[in-house]
């Protein structure tokens, strides 16, 4: 029987690769991992915890322009866990970025990349 014993990276399609560079080092403050191999498209590779790494591909989105729901825990995203989130409601305040607090009561909130691609992020105390 087959068991899955882990979620190693997670992909995202981004319209223009410097842009969302900027964010997910600048606003998320997340290192750039130079391994990533020539894939004949630009594209870049973050380290996001023991072997897990999330991956921004510049590539024709097939759902652009495609209407999202305003609170991106009802659409598709990717949960990241975060040390603390009032440090990251200050990056996204001073990046222009909205976000909003997760309907669970968790320290938890939801923000949307410059493509539209929905991010999650739990307080989990661990740096």
Known sequence: ?????????????????????????????????????????????????????????QLPNPENGLQRPAHGGRDRHVALAVNDLDALVHELKVAGIAYTLSKSGRRALFCRDRDDNALEFIETGQS
């Open 1 to 57: 029987m087959i068991k899955i014993s882990a979620l190693l990276h997670v992909s995202i399609l981004v319209s223009n690769l410097e842009q969302a560079r900027f964010f997910y080092e600048t606003t998320l403050g997340l290192k750039l991992n130079p391994t990533r191999p020539d894939l004949g498209y630009p594209g870049a590779w973050y380290d996001t915890g023991a072997n897990q790494q999330l991956h921004l591909m």
